[in-house]
């Protein structure tokens, strides 16, 4: 049976088939309350864990990360993406869903697309191949918006 979304299936076809994503592909659900985690498994993407800390190295980066902004401000939102995006693998793609100020994700590299479906806009940053970590993401992020703060060791 296939999983409940609430995108239509001619979006999901887009996010899925537009972004060229296949079985085994890793992508990461970003959403507060991991809405299309049991999409993405029903497809076959292998799903990563959203609390890993962001930045970390392993062979296993998403190509594809889906996220909405969660009532977060403009400079929160910039920080957050930019720390999706080094996680993100080298010419991989970011998709917000629904972000009040679609500008907050043009302040970073790549090529960056906008378009309405089922009533909710989306907004995609796809990044070069070039390796960045999550430090020189953030140096990216809107003017203001402060590095997260990292605890001592």
């Given amino acids: 049976m296939v999983p409940t979304c609430r995108l239509s299936q001619a979006t999901l076809r887009q996010l899925l088939l ?4 296949t079985p ?10 991991g809405e299309f985690i049991e999409i993405f498994e029903f497809f076959g993407l292998n799903v ?19 996220a909405r ?10 920080r957050t993406v930019a720390g999706w995006l080094g996680r993100l693998s080298p010419g991989g793609t970011l998709v917000l869903i629904d972000a009040p100020d679609p500008d907050v994700i043009s302040t970073f590299p790549g090529v960056s697309r906008t378009w309405i479906s089922d009533g909710s806009t989306f907004t995609s940053l796809t990044i ?22 990292v605890p001592a060791a």
């Fill in 69 to 78: 902004p969660e009532g977060r401000s403009p400079f929160e939102l910039s």
């Fill in 128 to 149: 070069s191949s070039q390796i960045r970590t999550a430090a020189e993401w953030q140096e990216f992020s809107l003017p203001g918006a402060l590095p997260p703060i």
């Fill in 18 to 21: 537009g972004h060229h994503l």
């Fill in 24 to 33: 085994g592909d890793r992508v990461l659900d970003a959403t507060a309350d």
């Fill in 48 to 66: 990563d864990d959203p609390d890993e800390i962001s930045g970390t190295h392993h062979p296993g980066r998403p190509r594809f990360v889906l």
